[in-house]
């Protein structure tokens, strides 16, 4: 489950009410009397979904009233916040997130070639869906074998 993470100029913290079960945790949020912002952090799984599906669902909690909310980037949501007044720093250090591991398979041909004496599989990745691996021949580039899509 996404869960609500400490970020730059975070100004505000909202905890969990009395009685809690441990269910709801405390929430770092900036707030300038428009608007209330919270920063989220996907699990490994959820953003593999998110890589995948290019979709994110939004589940407010509030019985039968919708609030207005924006779901964006840090950027997006600054620049929206800013229309409304003061708005939090941009987090400059925050860490970047590894990517996910890049799973594909090396045919046969790429396979027996890389194995002779002297030369390695070079896997080049130019795009999200897009992987070339090449055998090099002591450090030269000898064929190009697959294009993996």
Known sequence: MARGIPFKGANR????????????????TFVNGHAIVSCWELDAAE????????RV???????RTLFPVF?????EVRR??????????????APARPSSPIVFRLSREVIELAALPG?????VVD?????????????????????LA
Request: net charge negative; with cysteine; hydrophobic share 35%.
């Open 13 to 28: 913290r909202f905890l969990p009410p009395p009685g809690d079960d441990g269910t709801v945790t405390e929430l770092a």
């Open 47 to 54: 953003l593999d979904e998110v890589n995948r599906t290019g």
């Open 57 to 63: 669902f939004l589940s407010v909690l509030s019985g």
């Open 71 to 75: 779901v964006g980037s840090e950027s």
């Open 80 to 93: 929206l916040v800013a229309d409304t007044g003061p708005t939090f720093a941009a987090d400059d250090t």
């Open 119 to 123: 030369r390695t599989i070079e896997c």
């Open 127 to 147: 795009g999200p869906n897009n992987v070339q691996a090449h055998v090099i021949d002591a450090g030269e580039l000898d064929t190009v074998c697959d294009r």
